[in-house]
Structure formats: structure tokens, C-alpha cells
């Protein structure tokens, strides 16, 4: 079973950039989605970012133009880099893969810590 550890949150003041880093404990060359959520308190998890294996990313509107979702086979990690941030981005992020045997973490269950960005004004 793969897990899943994000990284790279920081506090930062609006305008600044960041790269969140998902690390998968496998291999990803298989995953055909990647994604990554935020999560305000008391807010249900949102996805924000998508990337499918043809290469093809989504993205939500509030995200669109600032955010890049990427990644790295070799080293079995996806990315996310935000540039131009705002403090509404305020938020624990998280990720989730698509493998051959299904989602790597639950869509149904709590993920656990993620990573928390903070934006300043």
C-alpha cells in the first residue's frame, strides 16, 4: 500500500511562492491522476490541481494561473508550485494518486497532518 507525506509548507507573506512536495513510499510511474486538496477548519477538502498521465492539468478557478502541479517519476514525487500567493490561500494542502488498485488514501477518510501554508499580508 503507498503512502503519501506532503512537505514544504511554510508561512510566507502574500506575493511569495512556495513548492509543496508529495512523496509517495512506491513507484508513481503507474498513477494515471495526481491531485492535490486544501482544507480550511471546518471546511470540506477541496481539490484543487490535476494531473493526468497523457500530461493534461485542471485546475480550479481561485488556483488557475498561479499554481503548477507537476511530477517526478524517479524520485516518486509530486509537486505543486504556487507562485503570487494570497492570504486566502491560507490552508492545509494535501495530495492523493490514482493507482491501477484505486486511490492511494481514502476520499472518504481524514488524511492525517498535510502540510500547512500560511499567508501574511
Known amino acids: 500500500q503507498v503512502q503519501l507525506v506532503e512537505s514544504g509548507g511554510d508561512l510566507v507573506q502574500a506575493g511569495e511562492s512556495l513548492t509543496l512536495s508529495c512523496a509517495a513510499s512506491?513507484?508513481?510511474?503507474?498513477?494515471?491522476?495526481m491531485a492535490w486538496y486544501r482544507q480550511a477548519p471546518g471546511d470540506q477538502r477541496e481539490s484543487i490541481a490535476r494531473?493526468?498521465?497523457?500530461?493534461?492539468?485542471t485546475y480550479v478557478n481561485s488556483v488557475k494561473g498561479r499554481f503548477t502541479i507537476s511530477r517526478d517519476n524517479a524520485k516518486n514525487t509530486v509537486y505543486l508550485q504556487m507562485d503570487s500567493l494570497k492570504t486566502e490561500d491560507t490552508n492545509v494542502y494535501y495530495c492523493n494518486i490514482l493507482l491501477p488498485t484505486g486511490w492511494a488514501r481514502n476520499p472518504r477518510r481524514s488524511w492525517g497532518r498535510g502540510t500547512q501554508v500560511t499567508v501574511s499580508s
Open positions: 494531473l493526468i498521465s497523457d500530461g493534461t492539468t
Open positions: 512506491g513507484s508513481i510511474f503507474s498513477a494515471s491522476v
